[in-house]
């Protein structure tokens, strides 16, 4: 409870004196000591929810920076507690979009979407040669792109792919192989690519949109190689595919298509260019209709809801442009259901019916008013939101209260993940704070470029195998963070030297070979959970296994090889 007080006396007080600050930029003694309480309890919160390693490294370079600039505190409170260090870019960036993209992966989860989509790729792929296997890479591939973490990930889908993959005749270390590979690959995929991906647009000034756009390509190479891999090692195990009648019918999943029209909606809002965070709350309140109407045991026409659902949706995407017509639509789309409902044929009066009233009067009525598509679609989560809070707790029927429970429960999942992706960030934000503050950022890049004697390839080389030490131990956040700021720039300034290669990508104020140099870092952050001698998702891929870690760990580094040479 001491801490607890104290967390948030430190915070209140920058809040407190912060106008003071910016007004005179001034620092007195009470700031040092308020700065300097905040930076141990955010250490210390690192460390119990993140372990040793994070601040461990933060400490090394805290050291580093206080003695580089004299051991003068004031400077080192006003870098690390009032301009950068905690509250800096990646902090800003977490606790701006990072909250609804993991809320809305935690809902989907709840809701059944990534068994969904495992059942669905095994309905579709499971009786071919290597079925299992292939279903379990584009299972987790399709629900890492919403999860965020290669190891949650793997303990979510493998439970269900890892021992189909035994049961298909494949041994222990290369069905443990297979779902990590593939889980890991969740982050490289467009439309969510992970937490630093959102640092990594606001580090380089592009449009998450572009950004997304760019990593299309790369991520599909990733797959390939993967399914290619994993096609070659299902001919030399000799291995056929499963008898089709062990699978439910592929038109019963064809039929329950729209359970992914949360996924499309974020990826389409995402490309279109609508903020990260609202995209992500207006598809989680298209989940939380879609999850509704997709309860059988509440009475209605499931084909009639679902037709609902998706013109609603598209209208919603509409501009204020033809905000009249959509308006007189969406009012005649109410009063024809609420005929229905009367006749009592194709509808009754129940939670699902009360939920696509809404939702269709809602959006009729700001799009009357003239709103903005924002505005639109990030009211339309928080209503969605609080309609099932509130509809499933006074509910009577026990899928209203699942739905409730669903809710609630993503709300709290979402925030235990949210702490330690956030924790990170912070620490990650005193690193950079450093690296600033000394000028250590723009000494490690050139030394980089002297230690290899400006060869790129070389640079390439060192730059991969400090970015799998590191992430090892780090997270991916903090991975990108600390690589992204020494060895990115470096990598850079070594094309340069090359060959003048500046051409902006179309749309793209940043070169092309600067956004390359980024998602280098960034893919071998990413790819440290599959690379021993740590291989976190490896781990947890053979433990579900029952499989050796070490021959686990090197298959699965052999099918992800496309990752590391891509």
């Known amino acids: 409870y001491l801490l607890i007080i104290l967390s948030i006396t430190s915070m209140f007080y920058l809040f407190a004196v912060y106008n003071r ?7 007195y003694m009470q700031d040092v000591i308020f700065g300097v309480l905040a930076i141990i309890l955010v250490l210390e919160a690192t460390r119990r929810v993140l ?3 994070l601040p ?3 400490i090394v370079f805290l050291i580093y920076g206080i003695y580089r600039i004299g051991f003068n505190w004031i400077r080192f409170t006003q870098q690390l507690y009032f301009e950068e260090g905690i509250f800096g870019i990646p902090l800003f960036v977490m606790t701006s979009y990072v909250f609804a993209f993991v809320f809305f992966g935690a809902f989907l989860l709840k809701i059944g979407v990534s068994d969904y989509i495992t059942e669905f790729m095994i309905s579709l792929f499971g009786a071919r040669p290597g079925g299992p296997a292939k279903s379990a890479v ?9 999860s965020g973490s290669s190891v949650a990930n793997v303990l979510t889908t493998g439970t269900f792919t890892i021992p189909l993959m035994k049961k298909a005749g494949y041994p222990p270390e290369v069905a443990g192989a297979v779902e990590p590979v593939a889980s890991t690959g969740g982050q490289l995929m467009p439309p969510i690519m992970g937490a630093a991906a959102f640092i990594m647009a606001e580090f380089l000034g592009i449009p998450y949109n572009k950004l997304i756009i760019a990593a299309v390509l790369p991520a599909l190479v990733y797959y390939s190689g993967v399914y290619l891999f994993i096609d070659l090692e299902t001919k030399r195990l000799g291995l056929k595919g499963m008898p089709r009648e062990k699978f439910a019918p592929l038109r019963y999943f064809i039929r329950k298509l729209y359970i992914l029209l949360p996924i499309a909606v974020i990826t389409v809002a995402l490309i279109w260019g609508i903020p990260p965070h609202i995209s992500a709350i207006s598809s989680l309140g298209i989940a939380i209709w879609v999850a509704w109407i997709s309860k059988d045991s509440i009475k209605g026409h499931e084909g009639l809801y679902v037709a609902t659902v998706l013109v609603s949706t598209v209208l919603m995407f509409t501009g204020r442009e033809v905000a009249i017509p959509v308006t007189i639509l969406l009012v005649l789309l109410t009063l024809g ?3 229905l409902g009367f006749t009592k044929k194709f509808v009754e009066f129940n939670e699902k019916f009360y939920i696509t009233l809404l939702f269709i009067l809602f959006i009729a009525l700001t799009k009357y008013l003239g709103m903005r598509k924002e505005q639109i679609l990030l009211m339309s989560g928080v209503m969605g939101i609080g309609f099932s809070l509130i509809v499933g707790y006074i509910s009577k029927s026990e899928d209203g209260k699942r739905m409730y429970s669903a809710t609630y429960e993503s709300m709290i999942d979402a925030g235990k993940t949210s702490t330690s992706v956030m924790l990170a960030a912070a620490s990650a934000g005193l690193i950079q704070g450093v690296l600033t503050m000394t000028g250590l950022v723009t000494k490690l890049g050139y030394r980089l470029v002297d230690l290899t004697a400006g060869n790129l390839w070389l640079l390439l080389l060192l730059t991969m195998v400090f970015s799998l030490i590191l992430g090892m131990g780090v997270p991916t956040t903090a991975n990108y963070i600390i690589t992204s700021l020494v060895a990115a720039p470096a990598i850079y300034n070594a094309v340069l030297g090359l060959q003048p290669y500046s051409s902006p990508v179309p749309g793209f104020t940043t070169p092309i070979a600067l956004l390359a140099a980024h998602f280098f870092v960034f893919y071998f952050g990413i790819l440290a959970d ?3 001698p740590v291989a976190l998702a490896s781990y947890a891929g053979s433990a579900l296994a029952g499989g050796d870690f070490w021959k686990t760990a090197i298959n699965a580094v052999k099918y992800a090889l ?3 040479i891509g």
């Open 337 to 339: 259901l609420l005929a």
């Open 562 to 564: 496309a990752g590391y």
């Open 51 to 53: 372990g040793w390693v």
């Open 530 to 532: 599959v690379t021993p």
């Open 56 to 58: 461990s490294v933060v």
């Open 21 to 27: 600050y910016a007004e005179f930029a001034e620092v």
């Open 138 to 146: 584009v299972s987790s591939g399709l629900m890492g792109t919403v």
